[in-house]
């Protein structure tokens, strides 16, 4: 069987969560391949709702094996606190299966990660000072623990060590911070082994198994395509790939086993973090898009900045993951505005520009251009149908799907697992 890519198509907290339970039934494996604890999905299920951090989605469905693979960047007392939550609650987490391949986020990575932003000041970041840039840095510098590395205590000595050597230099004599002891990180690192060892296996090989087997594998990204290390708002973006090409080298399946790839999209926009923002609000309307939607972020717990929706950042997603299918996510949240503004191109220095820039610069100084869809008062929450949706709703729907580039597939019509119109089944 072909594998699906889920993604954020915008900068993150689309309700990336939601799409894969709904999917989680009818799928064997749903796999998270990148980002770490910087990011987080809902899951409402009934009365009951899930914050996951690090766990991909599909841990809530009994008959999933729900992967974390090589992409990922893990803090291990994070992960195994939300195993021990999860497990509390009644939820079976003894499917899950780690790779040996990804990489560790440790305590000097948080520490430098959050000396570092306070350092930038009013030029930061935004990160949320977990250590997943450094962690990622570390990667990249071919200095990295990895977890196959907690069970060779030797290995995991001579890393701790080689890393520490360098960075409680720039810790003591840049930031004047105390040193970091390779003893404490040790000891630390060593007590998550045997913990984490029946989880812990080889996931390319547990995937291509499957996929040879007919078994369903859906993979599921964090953040968002303009949260992208290459493809996003550089520098105000994550440290990785949350695109559809990282699905493929955050995994291990190669991208001709993967056919189909949903962007998840809200009715509107968000983004929580530095960086430009062509439609934000910063009137009543943001602030009523805000608390309706409930727009605080599920892992940092920061207020998310809102605007209207923003059609060539949609087509923009559409063309560096090659989307087929959209998820179009709150568009109950919408109910009860007069009018709603939709933005289909930008004007930067007085011309209109119809796609997103590729200068940094130029997207900084871009305005919106908005066209005005009527609004909408009735509840929509009930409706499973489009031909349940008032008819100004499915106006706004279709008028979306048409500046977007690819179908509406599913709309969210509430938080809830069964709020959901489904329009073309997306398996």
């Not at 996510?329 to 209109?352: F, H, M, N, S």
Request: glycine content about 12%.
């Amino acid at each position: 069987m072909p594998a699906l890519v889920l993604l954020g198509a915008q900068w993150g907290d689309e309700g990336k969560g939601k799409a894969t339970d709904i999917l989680g039934d009818r799928v064997d494996y749903v796999v998270r391949y990148q980002g770490g604890n910087n990011a987080g999905h809902t899951v409402v299920i009934g009365d009951q709702k899930y914050a996951l951090h690090l766990l991909p989605s599909g841990i809530l469905s009994p008959n999933v094996v729900p992967v974390i693979g090589n992409g990922v960047v893990i803090d291990p007392s994070v992960l195994l606190e939300e195993i021990r939550g999860l497990n509390e609650r009644g939820i079976d987490t003894s499917k899950l299966k780690i790779s040996t391949n990804a990489h560790l986020i440790t305590p000097y990575h948080r520490t430098i990660d959050k000396v570092t932003e306070r350092f930038l000041g009013n030029s930061k970041i935004g990160t949320t000072g977990r250590g997943i840039g450094p962690a990622y840095a570390d990667k990249i510098n071919r200095i990295g623990i990895r977890v196959q590395d907690l069970f060779d205590p030797s290995i995991l000595r001579q890393k701790i060590e080689g890393a520490l050597r360098d960075k409680n230099q720039v810790l003591i004599k840049v930031f004047n911070r105390k040193g970091i002891e390779v003893e404490d990180v040790l000891n630390e690192y060593l007590g998550y082994a045997e913990i984490l060892r029946p989880y812990v296996c080889d996931t390319v090989l547990l995937l291509d198994q499957a996929l040879k087997a007919g078994k369903n594998v859906l993979l599921e990204g964090s953040q968002g395509t303009l949260l992208d290390v290459d493809h996003g708002t550089y520098p105000f973006v994550t440290s990785s790939n949350p695109t559809a090409g990282g699905a493929s080298t955050g995994s291990g399946i190669g991208p001709t086993k993967i056919t189909r790839a949903i962007g998840i999209v809200k009715a509107y926009t968000t983004r929580v973090g530095s960086g430009p923002f062509p439609t934000e609000l910063f009137d009543e309307d943001g602030e009523k898009l805000r608390s309706i939607g409930g727009e605080v972020g599920v892992t940092t717990g920061r207020a998310r900045r809102c605007g209207w929706y923003d059609a060539p950042i949609a087509r923009y997603a559409v063309r560096v993951n090659g989307l087929t299918d959209f998820f179009l996510t709150k568009l109950d949240v919408l109910t009860g505005w007069e009018q709603i503004p939709v933005c289909v191109a930008y004007e930067i220095d007085g011309k209109r520009v119809e796609e997103l820039p590729s200068s940094q610069s130029d997207f900084h100084h871009a305005k919106p251009i908005y066209e005005y869809l009527p609004g909408w008062t009735e509840d929509i929450s009930g409706a499973r149908k489009i031909e349940d949706l008032p008819a100004n709703a499915r106006a706004y729907v279709k008028f979306l799907e048409e500046i977007s580039g690819a179908p509406m597939s599913a709309i969210g019509v509430g938080p809830g697992r069964d709020e959901t119109i489904v329009v073309t089944d997306l398996i």
